[in-house]
Every structure is written in C-alpha cells, then in structure tokens.
C-alpha cells in the first residue's frame, strides 16, 4: 500500500487544497478518471457559457428589427461553435492534467477510486492511503427510472454540449436551470424544443414571482408542458417516442434529441464511503461539520459532493476553508455562506441572493418587500426590456438585506451589488444613498431598494 500526506479525490476545486499541500512539501496524490479540471471547466459552467452566449448573439440578431435595423440570419456554422466551445476547454483541461504530473512530489492517477476502508482507497490495481483525505468528486446527472430510456440515445448535460449535429426537434424532461439553459441554446439557434415538466412553474426554488414569470416567458419561446410526467420512451422509425401524460391526458412526442435534466446525484455511491465510515445525509451527500471535515477525523468534504451549494464559486469558497482548516488547524474557521448569489443563463436571465419570500414566510421572518421594473427606468426603456424586474427583501425595522431575486436582461450582472452589501451585512441604504450612473442598467436595483416600505 502506496502512503501519502495528502490525497484529494477530484481534479476541480479540490485542486486548491492539493497545491497548497504541495507547496508546503507534502507527499501527496490526486485521484480523477477525467478529464482533469472538474464538471465545471469540461462539461458545465464554462462550455455551456459560450454556447449560451452564441445564442444570445442569435436573440440580438432576430431583435434587431426592434431598433431599426434590417439584419438576418444567414446560417448556424454548428462545427464552428463546437470547435470554438471545446478546442481551448480540451487544452485547458490537458493542461491541468500535465501540470499536476509535472510537479516532483505529486502523484496523478487518472483510474477510478473507491474506498476499501476508513483511510484507504483502491486506484486501479494499487491501494492508498494517507492521514488527510480531501473528497471534492462532485455530482453526476440523475437518470429518473423511465421504462425504455435505457433502450434509446439520451442525453444528460455531460453529453448534450457536444452533440456533432445540431438537433431538428428536442424534448427536454426537466424544469430547472439546466433545462433553461440549454431550451435557451438549442432553441436559439432553431431547434424546435419541447419542455416536458412535473411541476406547475420551472425554477421552482426561485422566489414565486421570478418563477412564475419565468415560465410565462418560456411559455412564449418553447413548447411548455407542465403538470406532466414522463410515461415510457422508445425508438421509433422517425426518431425518439415520448409518451407523456398530464391528468388523464396522454400524447407522444416524437424528437431526434432527448435531452434528461432532473437534478444532480453525488458520487458517494460510486467512491463507496460506506465502507471508510463516512456519515452521508439523506440524499447521499457528505455530512460535515461546520469546518467542512466529515465524521471520519482526518477526511474532508467540499463542492457539490458536500451538498450545500452546487455552485463553482461555493466550491471555490469551500477549498479556501478547507485548506485553512486542514494546514492551520489552531485558526480553524466555519465556512461563511452569508450572500451566496446563483444565476440562470437562460433568457430571460435569472439571479438571486438571499431568502426568497416563501422562506421569509416559512420562517416566520418579518419582512418587506420592494419591487422596480426594467421598463420603469430610462436604459430598461432604451433596450426594450419590459418585461424584466428586481425584487427585494429586507428588515423593516433595521433595514437589514434578506434578499433580492432579479429576471430580465444582465440579471446575473446585476445581482453582484446586492450580493457585495449582504455579504458585507450592509443595509438598505448602502444602495438606496449610492449615487448611480444615469442612465444606467444598475439603476433597477436602487428602484427596487427604494420602493422598500420601512418602519
């Protein structure tokens, strides 16, 4: 059995926990089957970002008329946008890879790992161990148990990014953001997208009022079919059959692609834990403590395996933690998740901080709320966004910030001040007395603080 000081499992986040360790002159090891660089840089945030921003240039173009200007679209070039996707991503992952190889005092295995005990992991045909273990491999798409799905070619979000022909007609089972980014993509450049949801709203865990505006947008782009379960699928002789039902409502749909976007499973299971004593929650997440160390002394967990946030930049602020508390155990410190904003790149955009107003209610949390439209402020005007707005929560009585929920144009952009005065626990008038650029963008945000009804 091969020991080590330290072993991380995982090739994202978890990879600023391993260099610290190897800067400090530690034996250490990363365990990753591929591609080096994590969900987010291969296969997630970052791919589908500049396959998103190709359709928005698309909505640009098609809305150009809006203004005055006469354009049109000539054609997609699919090879181009993969190519332009994928060639620096693949690099930049073949980088990483060489790069953790190239330092003397670090071991790279690229097999599958799964615990044998509370400290040792089989790696292909070795076994290791070591006195620190640091867990961060992840989620992986969760696959509903649909009779015939694993009869016919789906898709999940690992694999619908790189498709090598773009799709006539696509059905997506889901209503999250996954669903919406990737409606927003295919649907863009013209495929004909048919969303398939059990829920009455898409992006339910979003305030109620950004939620439901949400799905009346995407009521006008797409096919939206809600209420409605997905029965059993099957290969047909045009394509893919997907029989679905709403009620006592049954139909088929027939698509070329399927896309599955039902959430996100973590890879406990696959590594094993049970078996090195490590304590999972209900949903199969690692528990930890508030130091982000698990119930075996020793062994750490952060980014989405840890359940708290799926979200890179949690992640990221989970590794500067972890590497603190792991290499100055006398300074350990809890994570602070004070302010963690998320976005939806969808379009309309999506982003939030904070509670949402059914969480204020669920918690018996006093509250008021505020609200300002796009189209209530000059350059909301000037870009034809009428539709999109800003909502905000916050104390009554102290002013303190409790939440903001935005839906409309650069929403995810636009969250960042209301997400930098929560996290500095600043109140509602560090915006409502900044001064703002005229005629700017921003300027929603401040109307919505503004509108804020205070004791």
């Not at 599958?112 to 076994?127: C, Q």
């Not at 997506?172 to 450049?189: D, N, P, S, T």
Request: with cysteine; glycine share 10%.
């Amino acid at each position: 059995m091969k020991t080590y000081d330290l072993i991380v499992i995982g090739s994202g986040s978890g990879l600023e926990v391993l260099a610290e360790g190897a800067e400090r002159g530690m034996r250490v090891a990363v365990i990753d089957h591929g591609p080096f660089g994590g969900t987010c840089l291969t296969r997630g945030c970052i791919p589908s970002k500049m396959l998103i921003h190709v359709a928005d240039v698309m909505e640009t173009i098609r809305n150009a008329g809006r203004f005055g200007v006469k354009a049109e679209v000539r054609g997609v070039d699919w090879e181009f946008i993969q190519r332009r996707t994928f060639e620096e991503i693949d690099e930049e992952s073949a980088g990483i890879l060489e790069g953790n190889r190239a330092v003397p005092n670090m071991t790279v295995y690229t097999e599958t790992a799964r615990f044998t005990g509370p400290k040792t992991l089989a790696v292909g045909a070795e076994e290791v161990t070591a006195p620190t273990i640091v867990i961060a491999a992840g989620t992986r798409p969760a696959v509903p148990d649909i009779p015939g799905l694993a009869d016919v070619s789906y898709h999940t979000s690992d694999t619908v990014m790189r498709l090598p022909e773009q799709p006539r007609r696509m059905v997506i089972v889901g209503g999250g953001y996954i669903a919406a980014e990737m409606a927003h993509f295919f649907g863009a450049l013209g495929t004909e997208v048919t969303i398939v949801h059990r829920s009455g709203v898409m992006l339910r865990s979003e305030d109620e009022d950004i939620a439901e505006a949400f799905t009346r947008a995407y009521r006008h782009r797409f096919n939206v079919l809600l209420g409605t379960q997905v029965r059993r699928v099957s290969q047909g002789k045009g394509g893919i059959l997907v029989e679905v039902s709403a009620g006592h409502l049954e139909t088929t749909l027939e698509c070329d692609a399927l896309l599955v976007a039902t959430g996100r499973v973590p890879n406990t299971d696959l590594l094993e834990v049970d078996k090195a004593g490590i304590t999972l929650d209900a949903r199969g997440f690692i528990q930890t403590d508030q130091y982000l160390e698990a119930s075996v002394a020793g062994v750490w967990a952060l980014g989405d395996i840890a359940g708290k946030y799926q979200l890179k930049h949690s992640a990221n602020l989970e590794a500067a933690y972890a590497a603190n508390n792991i290499f100055s155990p006398e300074d350990k410190l809890p994570v602070d998740y004070h302010a963690m904003p998320h976005g939806v790149f969808a379009s309309p955009q999506v982003a939030g901080v904070g509670l949402t107003e059914e969480e204020c209610r669920a918690g018996g949390k006093e509250y008021t709320a505020g609200t300002a439209s796009y189209g209530d402020t000059a350059y909301g005007q000037a870009i034809e966004d009428r539709e999109g707005f800003a909502k905000v929560l916050a104390d009554p009585h102290t002013g303190d910030i409790l939440g903001c929920h935005i839906i409309g144009t650069h929403a995810t952009t636009l969250i960042q001040e209301a997400a930098n005065a929560m996290r500095q626990h600043l109140t509602v008038e560090a915006i409502t007395q900044g001064i703002y650029v005229h005629p700017a963008l921003p300027e929603v945000v401040q109307r919505a603080f503004g509108a804020l009804p205070m004791h």
